[in-house]
């Protein structure tokens, strides 16, 4: 059986169970190339909170307002999603902490769709590269200089990266994909949508990635 899949995989930079859900799959797909079963992934935007102000918000102060979570209850949190994390992405290095913020994250969003209509691969590497600025480096989602340097580190030529972000290109293009992955029903991240009909919904391991997609692999 050969078969090549469309994956969406719907997602935000500030959702760490979008980092377990991306390495649980990427693992996933790895394994099933033997089997002749490949994959052509795009990223979908997501905004986890698209009301959030460009200074961001504390990770405690946020998950304690959103979920009603008390600090240890956040800490024990972030340090089982961080377990699941080095399980699912071998090398990735989760660092959140209780200083760690989040961000308003549609200008990563931008960067990301251009990132798309320049090639796949060149997508996945600024996705990545996005996770390691966000989750690893802490650093300021909210800032072009920051973003622009996401974008060189995913080999993306970092001036074409600046006038993207300086010119608000490709708001319209997000704004209309946020709104039609809601409209099909997507409320939370990851959604991993495979050939526009079945989901694969949260950070599931890799085993499960891969069995249910040898199956729609097989359905098709």
């Not at 649980?24 to 394994?31: I, N």
């Not at 990735?92 to 989040?102: E, K, L, Q, T």
């Not at 608000?168 to 293009?173: F, G, M, N, P, T």
């Not at 391991?205 to 040898?214: M, N, Q, S, Y």
Request: with cysteine.
């Amino acid at each position: 059986m050969t078969r090549t899949l469309h994956i969406d995989f719907v997602s935000d930079i500030v959702c760490p169970w979008c980092v377990v859900g991306l390495g649980g799959l990427e693992t996933a797909l790895e394994a099933l190339k033997a089997e002749g079963i490949t994959a052509e992934v795009h990223f979908q935007p997501f905004e986890l909170n698209p009301q959030m102000p460009p200074e961001g918000e504390n990770i405690v102060e946020h998950i304690g307002r959103k979920y009603g979570s008390t600090p240890e209850q956040s800490a024990a949190n972030r340090a089982m999603i961080t377990e699941r994390a080095a399980e699912a992405w071998p090398g990735f290095d989760m660092r959140m902490g209780p200083d760690s913020r989040i961000w308003n994250t549609f200008d990563a969003h931008r960067l990301l769709h251009w990132a798309g209509t320049v090639g796949a691969a060149e997508q996945r590497a600024l996705k990545k590269a996005l996770f390691a600025t966000h989750f690893t480096d802490g650093k300021t989602l909210t800032d072009a200089a920051v973003l622009a340097d996401a974008a060189a580190a995913a080999g993306l030529d970092r001036d074409k990266a600046v006038e993207v972000l300086a010119d608000d290109l490709y708001a319209a293009e997000v704004r209309a994909a946020e709104a039609l992955w809601v409209s099909r029903g997507i409320n939370g991240v990851p959604a991993v949508v495979v050939e526009g009909k079945w989901l694969i919904s949260g950070g599931q391991p890799a085993g499960v990635f891969e069995e249910a997609l040898r199956g729609m692999a097989g359905e098709g």
